[in-house]
């Protein structure tokens, strides 16, 4: 229980991220809008045209506010709605595209099988490869799929740290289970592993000129 609400803690403070980057954006546009009214503005024009104005203004300020919750009950919708997905990467793409929603949902469930301790429900929606073939390409593409809870999309991607322990060398080097995310997550989840492997990197760097050091002072 503390798991899943710190995960929605998480979700919760992606999603302001996002967000707040939107928010700034109008924040600025409404801005510039309000310096050339005021700048155009007469000393002598009339109340009545201030007036005007300054009605216009609190309507397009209401307007912004609105489309900005508008902004943030659909992002954290479609944050709610990925909960139950998984993308699966890698997995062989059959070239013939009858009955392609069968295969891949029969190929998913054989990788559960054959190579997970677990074999997750999958929803009425079942999968779908994401993206176009390309004429050419042998790289598979990833394949949506839908479960029917959070809980199921818990069990496999707990389980899918195994797959890097398959028998199967292709399993093992280009089958990975990720979960679905949103450009804005998927941005802000790249830029968290840059930075752990830069750290990582560095502490290495450290033991090795460390390392390099006590041998020069023994010697």
Known sequence: MVERLTDR???????????KGEIDELKLKLSVKLDIEG??????????ADENNRNVSGHMCRN?????????HKTLSDITRRKENVVVC???????????????????????????SVKPSLSQKGCKRLGKLTDGSHQPRRLLVHLTSE???????????????S??????KSVYINPDMSPAEAKLAFEKRAKRRAKAQQTQKAKTTDG????????
């Open 167 to 172: 028998d199967d060398a292709y399993i093992a």
């Open 39 to 48: 700048y155009t503005e007469s000393t002598s024009a009339s109340h009545q």
């Open 64 to 72: 912004d506010v609105s489309g900005v919750s508008l902004e943030i």
């Open 9 to 19: 803690l998480a979700d919760v403070h992606i999603s302001l991220a996002y967000m």
């Open 151 to 165: 809980e199921n999309v818990s069990h496999i991607l707990s389980a899918a740290k195994s797959l890097r322990r």
């Open 212 to 219: 390099s050091t006590a041998r020069g002072a023994a010697c």
């Open 90 to 116: 890698g997995l062989p793409e059959r070239c013939d595209t009858t009955n392609q929603q069968q295969n891949d949902e029969a190929a998913f469930n054989r990788l559960c099988e054959e190579h997970l």
